[in-house]
């Protein structure tokens, strides 16, 4: 694949010359002009630039695009001009107001906003979303994503999980950078059926023992986290196969506990190793 700059479009040409990947950083009439007799072939587009308007009608043209990441910096987005995109798999944007109901999607990542509705994409199979301001509104959402397995959380405002549905087609979390994050107690609760967890720079968390709920899991990643000062909920993980605690401090007294786990043990810079 040659890349070609035309104005502020960077293109990706194929062997046959066609423009089948764009990122954006200008936006004016000779940009639209690109995009417009390019529309048929471009598959993939990443609109880096959030300080200039795009034409998302021009976008809503695009029949064959598979791939959509916008700077998540730019303004909110009306999101219904993604929903007529019937080749669209995966889609990467800040803030947008509306229902996202595009059944091809399986890939999504956003920030939260309060009008946002993501629960018609259907068969979304793996979500990542940013600054969720409401968790119970969101997660009432993600019930619906029926072949959603795979979630990723970054900076969400509560300090704990609220009581809510279950949702157990979940198998595979990860939450990043929750300094507010301190009670975990309903975890367990909302997605029994973990088999992958990671928890990576939440430094507040009080107390890791509602994991012992977790009994279907099999691995378990601690980044950067507040100190485990109890290492019991690990006896009741008997799946369990890998274990790693990176840059946390473990203060815990009964350490004798990692002896008698069968998993894998990856520490580093825990203050017992």
């Known amino acids: 694949m040659t890349t070609m700059d035309k104005g502020g479009l960077r293109c990706y040409l194929n062997e046959e010359n066609k423009m089948v990947k764009v990122d954006i950083y200008e936006y004016t009439e000779t940009e639209r002009a690109i995009l417009e007799q390019n ?12 300080l200039c308007d795009v034409d998302f009608s021009m976008i809503a043209k695009m029949k064959n695009l598979e791939m959509l990441n916008i700077d998540d910096r730019y ?31 399986v890939a999504l990542s956003y920030k939260w906003h309060k009008k946002s509705d993501i629960s018609q994409s259907t068969n979304i199979e793996g979500l990542g979303i940013t600054n969720c301001a409401d968790m119970e509104v969101f997660l009432s959402q993600v019930k619906e994503l029926k072949k959603l397995e795979r979630m990723m959380i970054w900076k969400i405002s ?22 507010r994050l301190m009670d975990i107690k309903e975890l367990p609760s909302i997605f029994p059926k973990l088999k992958h967890l990671s928890c990576d720079h939440c430094k507040n968390i009080q107390d890791y023992s509602p994991l012992a709920k977790l009994t279907d899991l099999e691995e378990l990643i601690i980044h950067e986290s507040a ?14 196969t890998l274990l790693k605690i990176f840059k946390t401090k473990i203060t815990a007294k009964n350490v004798e506990i990692l002896d008698g786990i ?11 190793n």
């Open 39 to 50: 529309a048929n072939d471009i598959k993939e587009i990443f609109y880096g630039s959030y």
């Open 262 to 272: 069968s998993a894998k043990l990856d520490l580093f810079s825990t203050g017992i």
């Open 227 to 240: 100190p485990v000062a109890d290492l019991s909920f690990l006896k009741e993980m008997k799946k369990l």
């Open 75 to 105: 303004k909110v987005v009306d999101i219904s001009f993604a929903n007529g995109l019937k080749n669209l798999k995966g889609l990467a944007t800040g803030k947008f107001t509306g229902t996202l109901n595009n059944k091809n999607l």
């Open 158 to 179: 509560s300090q704990s999980f609220p009581k809510t549905d279950t949702v157990t087609h979940v198998t595979w979390l990860e939450f990043f950078f929750c300094p």
